[in-house]
Protein backbone atom coordinates (compact mmCIF):
# COMPACT_ATOMS: atom_id res chain seq x y z
CA UNK A 1 0.00 0.00 0.00
CA UNK A 2 0.95 3.63 0.04
CA UNK A 3 3.08 5.17 2.60
CA UNK A 4 5.19 8.33 3.81
CA UNK A 5 8.28 8.67 5.86
CA UNK A 6 8.80 11.77 7.50
CA UNK A 7 11.87 12.21 9.14
CA UNK A 8 12.04 12.45 13.29
CA UNK A 9 11.09 16.15 15.26
CA UNK A 10 11.79 18.01 16.95
CA UNK A 11 13.93 19.93 14.24
CA UNK A 12 15.17 23.03 16.55
CA UNK A 13 16.72 25.93 14.21
CA UNK A 14 18.03 29.45 14.81
CA UNK A 15 15.85 31.81 12.76
CA UNK A 16 17.60 32.90 9.86
CA UNK A 17 18.92 29.45 9.44
CA UNK A 18 18.06 26.92 6.69
CA UNK A 19 15.62 24.41 6.39
CA UNK A 20 15.39 20.68 5.58
CA UNK A 21 12.65 18.19 6.38
CA UNK A 22 13.03 15.12 4.91
CA UNK A 23 10.21 12.81 3.17
CA UNK A 24 10.06 9.60 1.36
CA UNK A 25 7.20 7.98 0.04
CA UNK A 26 6.13 4.11 -1.12
CA UNK A 27 3.81 4.10 -3.69
CA UNK A 28 2.51 2.80 -6.96
CA UNK A 29 2.31 4.65 -10.25
CA UNK A 30 2.40 8.36 -9.96
CA UNK A 31 0.71 9.68 -6.73
CA UNK A 32 0.45 13.34 -6.31
CA UNK A 33 2.41 15.19 -3.17
CA UNK A 34 1.95 17.57 -0.99
CA UNK A 35 3.13 19.92 2.22
CA UNK A 36 0.69 20.53 5.11
CA UNK A 37 1.66 22.78 7.98
CA UNK A 38 -0.40 23.00 11.39
CA UNK A 39 0.04 25.55 13.52
CA UNK A 40 -0.83 25.04 17.55
CA UNK A 41 -4.71 24.64 18.04
CA UNK A 42 -5.81 24.94 14.53
CA UNK A 43 -6.45 22.80 11.44
CA UNK A 44 -4.13 22.01 8.96
CA UNK A 45 -3.19 24.16 6.02
CA UNK A 46 -1.95 22.96 2.73
CA UNK A 47 1.39 25.05 2.08
CA UNK A 48 2.74 23.16 -1.10
CA UNK A 49 1.99 19.98 -4.11
CA UNK A 50 3.44 18.37 -6.48
CA UNK A 51 1.72 15.85 -9.03
CA UNK A 52 4.16 14.89 -10.89
CA UNK A 53 8.05 14.00 -11.22
CA UNK A 54 10.42 16.66 -11.46
CA UNK A 55 7.39 19.32 -10.47
CA UNK A 56 8.30 21.99 -8.03
CA UNK A 57 6.19 22.81 -5.37
CA UNK A 58 6.54 26.54 -3.90
CA UNK A 59 5.10 28.89 -1.40
CA UNK A 60 6.00 31.38 1.48
CA UNK A 61 9.62 30.63 0.71
CA UNK A 62 9.26 26.88 1.04
CA UNK A 63 9.72 24.80 -1.46
CA UNK A 64 9.36 20.78 -2.55
CA UNK A 65 10.19 18.86 -5.40
CA UNK A 66 8.96 15.41 -6.31
CA UNK A 67 11.64 13.11 -7.19
CA UNK A 68 10.71 9.67 -8.75
CA UNK A 69 13.65 8.66 -8.69
CA UNK A 70 14.24 8.39 -4.90
CA UNK A 71 10.51 8.47 -4.01
CA UNK A 72 11.34 11.72 -2.49
CA UNK A 73 9.53 15.42 -1.67
CA UNK A 74 12.04 17.04 0.59
CA UNK A 75 10.89 20.00 2.50
CA UNK A 76 13.43 23.27 1.98
CA UNK A 77 13.43 26.54 3.36
CA UNK A 78 16.64 28.82 2.92
CA UNK A 79 15.57 31.32 5.89
CA UNK A 80 13.20 30.13 8.67
CA UNK A 81 11.20 32.86 10.93
CA UNK A 82 10.18 32.40 14.28
CA UNK A 83 6.41 31.95 12.95
CA UNK A 84 7.69 29.05 10.91
CA UNK A 85 7.28 26.61 14.19
CA UNK A 86 4.76 24.59 13.46
CA UNK A 87 4.48 20.84 12.92
CA UNK A 88 4.70 19.82 8.96
CA UNK A 89 3.15 16.81 7.53
CA UNK A 90 3.99 15.29 4.19
CA UNK A 91 1.23 13.66 3.00
CA UNK A 92 0.65 11.43 -0.67
CA UNK A 93 -2.38 11.10 -2.34
CA UNK A 94 -2.50 7.88 -4.65
CA UNK A 95 -3.17 7.73 -8.33
CA UNK A 96 -6.42 6.61 -9.54
CA UNK A 97 -7.26 2.80 -9.18
CA UNK A 98 -4.81 3.21 -6.02
CA UNK A 99 -6.38 5.08 -3.28
CA UNK A 100 -7.16 8.60 -5.06
CA UNK A 101 -9.54 9.20 -2.50
CA UNK A 102 -7.71 9.16 0.74
CA UNK A 103 -4.48 11.15 1.81
CA UNK A 104 -1.56 9.20 3.46
CA UNK A 105 0.18 10.95 5.97
CA UNK A 106 3.38 10.69 7.49
CA UNK A 107 3.84 11.35 11.47
CA UNK A 108 4.79 14.76 11.18
CA UNK A 109 7.93 16.84 12.52
CA UNK A 110 7.54 19.76 14.63
CA UNK A 111 9.67 22.36 13.61
CA UNK A 112 11.22 25.37 16.63
CA UNK A 113 12.78 28.43 15.66
CA UNK A 114 14.03 30.30 17.97
CA UNK A 115 15.00 34.04 17.56
CA UNK B 1 -11.54 31.77 -1.24
CA UNK B 2 -10.49 28.28 0.33
CA UNK B 3 -12.64 28.23 3.73
CA UNK B 4 -14.26 25.30 5.37
CA UNK B 5 -15.42 25.96 8.06
CA UNK B 6 -16.38 23.92 11.23
CA UNK B 7 -18.67 24.55 14.42
CA UNK B 8 -18.32 24.71 17.19
CA UNK B 9 -15.24 25.37 18.13
CA UNK B 10 -14.96 23.59 21.52
CA UNK B 11 -17.31 20.90 22.78
CA UNK B 12 -17.71 19.70 25.92
CA UNK B 13 -20.30 16.37 26.41
CA UNK B 14 -21.03 13.43 28.32
CA UNK B 15 -21.28 9.74 27.14
CA UNK B 16 -24.55 10.15 27.15
CA UNK B 17 -25.25 13.27 25.72
CA UNK B 18 -25.81 13.74 21.26
CA UNK B 19 -24.51 16.71 19.58
CA UNK B 20 -23.13 17.04 16.12
CA UNK B 21 -20.76 18.45 14.39
CA UNK B 22 -21.01 20.57 11.47
CA UNK B 23 -18.82 21.88 8.39
CA UNK B 24 -19.50 24.08 5.52
CA UNK B 25 -17.70 24.82 1.96
CA UNK B 26 -18.68 27.54 -0.94
CA UNK B 27 -15.62 26.67 -2.95
CA UNK B 28 -18.06 24.30 -5.17
CA UNK B 29 -16.24 20.92 -4.38
CA UNK B 30 -17.90 17.84 -4.41
CA UNK B 31 -15.70 15.87 -2.11
CA UNK B 32 -16.22 16.06 1.90
CA UNK B 33 -13.94 14.27 4.79
CA UNK B 34 -14.24 13.90 8.05
CA UNK B 35 -10.93 13.21 10.32
CA UNK B 36 -10.15 12.46 13.47
CA UNK B 37 -6.73 13.99 14.90
CA UNK B 38 -4.81 12.92 18.13
CA UNK B 39 -2.54 15.05 19.99
CA UNK B 40 0.77 14.48 17.91
CA UNK B 41 -0.87 12.19 16.02
CA UNK B 42 -1.55 12.74 12.39
CA UNK B 43 -5.12 13.04 10.99
CA UNK B 44 -6.79 9.78 10.81
CA UNK B 45 -9.45 9.28 7.89
CA UNK B 46 -12.65 8.42 9.16
CA UNK B 47 -15.80 9.17 5.89
CA UNK B 48 -15.26 10.53 2.82
CA UNK B 49 -18.54 11.83 0.48
CA UNK B 50 -18.35 11.89 -3.19
CA UNK B 51 -20.96 13.76 -4.77
CA UNK B 52 -23.53 13.50 -1.39
CA UNK B 53 -22.95 9.79 -1.28
CA UNK B 54 -21.01 8.15 1.51
CA UNK B 55 -18.07 6.25 -0.57
CA UNK B 56 -15.63 5.68 2.22
CA UNK B 57 -15.95 4.42 5.62
CA UNK B 58 -12.85 3.42 7.56
CA UNK B 59 -15.32 1.30 9.53
CA UNK B 60 -15.67 3.54 12.42
CA UNK B 61 -17.83 2.66 15.04
CA UNK B 62 -21.69 3.23 14.87
CA UNK B 63 -21.66 5.73 17.79
CA UNK B 64 -20.42 8.25 14.97
CA UNK B 65 -23.18 8.80 11.99
CA UNK B 66 -22.12 11.07 8.94
CA UNK B 67 -24.37 12.95 7.43
CA UNK B 68 -24.43 15.10 3.93
CA UNK B 69 -27.33 17.20 3.27
CA UNK B 70 -25.98 18.84 0.62
CA UNK B 71 -22.93 19.80 -1.56
CA UNK B 72 -21.92 22.29 0.69
CA UNK B 73 -22.66 20.89 4.25
CA UNK B 74 -21.55 18.16 5.87
CA UNK B 75 -22.74 16.78 9.58
CA UNK B 76 -20.71 14.17 12.43
CA UNK B 77 -23.60 13.29 14.48
CA UNK B 78 -22.39 12.12 18.17
CA UNK B 79 -24.01 9.46 20.15
CA UNK B 80 -22.73 7.32 23.49
CA UNK B 81 -19.21 8.65 22.91
CA UNK B 82 -16.34 7.35 24.72
CA UNK B 83 -13.64 9.07 26.43
CA UNK B 84 -11.20 8.00 24.10
CA UNK B 85 -13.12 9.28 21.51
CA UNK B 86 -11.28 12.41 22.67
CA UNK B 87 -9.58 14.63 19.94
CA UNK B 88 -10.05 17.42 17.30
CA UNK B 89 -12.14 16.62 14.45
CA UNK B 90 -10.97 18.08 11.32
CA UNK B 91 -13.27 18.42 7.88
CA UNK B 92 -11.82 18.79 5.01
CA UNK B 93 -13.11 19.11 0.94
CA UNK B 94 -11.38 18.78 -2.56
CA UNK B 95 -12.85 18.48 -5.87
CA UNK B 96 -13.13 15.16 -7.52
CA UNK B 97 -12.76 16.55 -11.46
CA UNK B 98 -10.45 14.40 -13.79
CA UNK B 99 -6.82 16.33 -13.87
CA UNK B 100 -7.27 18.12 -10.55
CA UNK B 101 -4.59 17.48 -7.94
CA UNK B 102 -7.49 16.86 -5.54
CA UNK B 103 -6.03 18.34 -2.23
CA UNK B 104 -7.86 19.12 -0.12
CA UNK B 105 -8.46 21.70 1.85
CA UNK B 106 -9.31 21.65 5.93
CA UNK B 107 -11.22 23.45 8.17
CA UNK B 108 -10.24 24.78 11.63
CA UNK B 109 -11.30 21.82 13.57
CA UNK B 110 -13.73 20.81 16.71
CA UNK B 111 -11.93 20.30 19.91
CA UNK B 112 -13.90 17.33 21.23
CA UNK B 113 -13.71 16.30 24.99
CA UNK B 114 -15.92 13.72 26.16
CA UNK B 115 -16.85 13.60 30.00
Known amino acids: GNSVTQMEGPVTLSEEAFLTINCTYTATGYPSLFWYVQYPGEGLQLLLK?????DKGSNKGFEATYRKETTSFHLEKGSVQVSDSAVYFCALRGARGTGFQKLVFGTGTRLLVSP | DTEVTQTPKHLVMGMTNKKSLKCEQH?????MYWYKQKAKKPPELMFVYSYEKLSINESVPSRFSPECPNSSLLNLHLHALQPEDSALYLC??????????????FGPGTRLTVT
Open chain 2, 27 to 31: MGHRA
Open chain 1, 50 to 54: ATKAD
Open chain 2, 92 to 105: ASSQVKERSSYEQY
